[in-house]
């Protein structure tokens, strides 16, 4: 399905396409915008090119039961693997060939937030425990970082799988080494850290708390660069995404909102709504994941189970 609309603005996307019929579990952009992977009760797991609006793959990963049900996705920088994960388990799938490459299971706790390295190398896994493991798919190293004294909430890493970052219900946002589980650089909040997101190039981390704290730092210094700018008594961020040459950040909400920021100074500089579940109310959508198609156009992937297309002013 595609709707075309002649005047954009911040409730009217340029093109909308239906990924799932009664609405989505999670979902994720890849970097570069050209595919999207979505989680729904009616169609499993789905790989999308988004550049066709082509379905490319369905895959199947039991989602029988609340805990079964697929809730956090990611697809690696270089558009190569996807990760998925529920409460218990996580499975790692092909994008070229769309053959499954593993399915793991989490005895000791839940996962809350996972991330891919490229080549589907390395692969991140917060828990509810406070622990954040790491593990080496080859070779099956694992390194569980202790850093964190409560749950879990997000994480990140960088391409490489080198760098990770994770942010927990303790206050605290951590980068740290993921050959040595050893801290680099620990970011103090004034509430529970529930958004982290690494710039793929290395620039920069951002860390965001549940009143009213959203950083983004240097990521070569530790220093703080700039605070998002808002008149809200808070703003909870559930999808980011760095610009390719560093100088903006695309954040989603649970709210519908999607904004693009100034990296420099916080600023806010425009702001879209992305389409509400219409069997829900009152009705609503969470922003899963957001991206930067080019200079002039962003994309979204919402609850409603809609990806939209939205025009940068």
């Not at 609309?5 to 911040?10: K, R, T």
Request: glycine share 6%.
């Amino acid at each position: 399905m595609i709707l075309s609309a002649c005047q954009p603005n911040s409730s009217t996307p340029i093109e909308r396409w239906q990924h799932s019929v009664k609405g989505a579990y999670a979902a994720n952009i890849s970097n570069n915008g050209q595919y999207s992977v979505v989680s729904s009760i009616h169609h499993g797991i789905s790989l999308w090119d988004l550049e066709k609006n082509a379905l490319k793959f369905n895959w199947s990963q039991q989602q029988d039961s609340a805990d079964n049900l697929v809730l956090a996705i990611d697809i690696s920088n270089d558009n190569r693997y996807v990760l998925t994960a529920s409460s218990k388990n996580f499975a790692l799938w092909n994008i070229t060939n769309g053959q499954s490459e593993g399915y793991w299971q989490v005895r000791d706790s839940t996962i809350r937030d996972i991330a891919l390295s490229n080549n589907g190398e390395h692969v991140l896994v917060g828990k509810t425990n406070g622990t954040v493991l790491h593990v080496t798919i080859d070779s099956g190293r694992r390194l569980e970082f202790l850093g964190h004294t409560e749950k879990v909430n997000s994480v990140d890493m960088l391409p490489n799988g080198r760098i990770a970052l994770s942010g927990a219900n303790d206050f605290v946002a951590y980068v740290w080494d993921t050959l040595s589980g050893q801290v680099i650089y620990r970011f103090n909040h004034p509430s529970r850290v529930t958004k982290v997101a690494l710039d793929p190039k290395g620039r920069y981390a951002f860390t965001a708390d549940s009143k009213k704290d959203a950083n983004i730092w240097d990521l070569k210094t530790g220093k703080l660069i700039s605070q998002l700018q808002y008149t809200n008594r808070q703003e909870v961020f559930s999808s980011i995404q760095f610009s390719d040459d560093g100088t903006q950040l695309l954040t989603g909400a649970p709210s519908r909102k999607v904004s693009l920021w100034d990296i420099k100074t916080g600023k806010r500089k425009e702001s879209w709504h992305v389409t509400p579940r219409d069997d829900i109310r009152p009705a609503g959508a969470v922003v899963y994941s957001v991206a930067f198609r080019d200079n002039s156009h962003i994309i979204t992937e919402s609850s409603s189970g809609y990806a939209e297309l939205w025009q940068i002013k």
